[in-house]
């Protein structure tokens, strides 16, 4: 099995190689849209702002790779924020694999919300084969200050103040807000049954 | 609901744990990697690993050390001692760090922390602060505790958030090692007015202290050393204990 991971712009790629290598998966860097194509399983991971990451995913036309593939595709973090319509973040059109809007933390009393929000929050509503083996209730790790609205595609909810997307899931496209690379033996799992797809 | 965090901070010199101790179920408590992947099976919520090396060859064998780890533990983990440039802090990040703290030589010169916060971002930025309490306030201490400053710990904290810290490690020498309880009243100014994520480092003795300092402080995550290290309080107890008394908890 050939599971590449989307490089780009964006930090984080050594931490999903080495959950993977935990799982005993061997994962590939690359942004050879032939490789991409080719494998079986598809991480777009990410760490970083909305505008650059487009621009160079544009650039190298991985947008249109990325969007026209077939495999089970899992977005992290910022990828799935990438994989929505539109990010608030510096105004910026993305992929809209999913018809969700990425907006700003807003907090309702200044200094009440901290942001970016940091750390463990649970997540809820899980309907997605994912999280077969994540029990509903999980706490996963979070370092995110834009979010996902919740949306038809919405299979996992946190709160932070607001609802909003954990995971979303179309056809062969998934993705989380959180971090399974970093999120002790739940995330583990998340990745063991994402992987089996 | 996002949860308060409990971590173990390990003290690395030469690559080894300096308080490593008396883990019968592990082979090496001078093992970084083996004590931090210990902590996070049993629940820890992140590790921050404080490197004291003083040699040349430091950043090297820091970086390997830092990949070990990320090969190894499944939580978040921060590396801090030493740090003073955007490229130690390139390296440690590519070796696999998801945060760094920085702590004097951000205070010496605080672009550091802009320049920081704009290459990576500064929810990987954690800005360290030492702070005794003396003639009636909390003032800022450098160099491990040895250099007093005449700014109040206050002021540099919310200068260094506007600059970009994306949390704040506070340790209070007048409680640390005292095992009396964290510093109370300076936790919670700095967690009640600024808008990042507090820790509070220095003084824990009991599980009762932990209640504290996330009720009566308001911080976002507690730090200790030695009460894990010597056994003293284990973190299930301390999480199950925690999660008794109403503290949203990861458990």
């Known amino acids: 099995m050939k599971t590449a991971i989307i490089k780009y712009n964006a930090g984080n790629i050594r931490s999903v190689l080495f959950a993977l290598d935990r799982l005993g998966v061997q994962g590939t860097v690359t942004d050879d849209p032939e490789e991409i194509r080719a494998a079986d399983k598809v991480i777009f991971p990410g760490v970083g702002e909305a505008s650059t990451a487009m621009q160079y995913l544009q650039q190298r036309g991985l947008d249109k790779v990325i969007t026209s593939l077939q495999q089970p595709v899992l ?25 969700v809007e990425v907006k700003r933390f807003q907090s309702p009393v200044a200094n009440l919300l901290k942001i970016p929000q940091i750390g463990w ?25 834009y979010y996902a609205a919740l949306a038809p595609e919405t299979v996992a ?27 002790a033996e739940a995330g583990q799992k998340l990745l063991e049954s994402f992987l089996k797809l | 609901m996002l949860t308060k965090r409990i971590i173990p901070c390990l003290d690395i010199k030469d690559g080894r744990t300096v308080k490593g101790v008396n883990f019968e179920n592990i082979r090496d408590a001078g093992d970084p990697i083996e004590l931090g992947a210990l902590y996070a099976q049993q629940g820890a919520d992140e590790l921050v690993f404080l490197d004291i090396t003083a040699t040349n060859e430091r950043r090297k ?36 760090a ?95 007015n600024l808008n990042v994520p507090v820790i509070a480092s220095g003084g824990a003795g009991t599980m009762d202290h932990f209640t504290e300092v996330f009720e009566n402080a308001q911080a976002d995550a507690a730090l200790a050393a030695s009460i894990f290290h010597y056994k003293e309080i284990e973190i299930p107890d301390l999480k199950k204990y925690l999660y008794s008394k109403g503290i949203n908890i990861r458990f």
Not at chain 1, 159 to 177: I, R
Not at chain 2, 67 to 87: C, L, Q
Not at chain 2, 155 to 179: C, F, H, P, Q, Y
Request: hydrophobic content about 35%; charged content about 20%; glycine content about 8%.
């Open chain 1, 121 to 145: 929050n649970n997540i809820a509503g899980l309907h997605s084969t994912i999280f077969e083996k994540v029990p509903e209730n999980s706490y996963m790790y979070f370092v995110h200050s």
């Open chain 1, 75 to 99: 977005g992290i973090c910022l990828g799935l924020q990438l994989m929505c319509k539109h990010s608030e973040e510096n105004n910026t059109p993305c992929l809209g694999i999913f018809d």
């Open chain 2, 61 to 96: 064998t820091l970086a390997e050390l830092v990949t070990g780890i990320a090969r190894h533990v499944n939580i978040p983990f921060t590396v801090g001692g030493g740090i003073s440039s955007v490229e130690d802090v390139y390296v440690l990040l590519q070796s696999g």
């Open chain 2, 98 to 192: 998801d945060k760094i703290s920085v702590n004097t030589t951000a205070f010496k010169r605080p672009e550091l922390v802009d320049e920081l916060s704009r290459e990576f971002g500064s929810q990987c930025i954690v800005l360290a602060i030492d702070t005794r309490f003396e003639e009636g306030d909390w003032y800022v201490y450098l160099n491990g505790g040895r250099v007093k400053t005449t700014t109040k710990a206050y002021d540099w904290a919310k200068e260094a958030v506007d600059r970009g810290a994306g949390e704040i490690l506070l340790t209070s020498m007048n409680n640390d090692g005292t095992k009396q309880g964290f510093a109370l009243d300076i936790t919670g100014q700095l967690s009640q």
């Open chain 1, 157 to 183: 909810i946190a709160n932070y103040v607001v609802n909003y997307s954990a995971a979303l899931q179309k056809d062969n496209f998934y993705a989380v807000q959180f971090h399974p690379e970093k999120s």
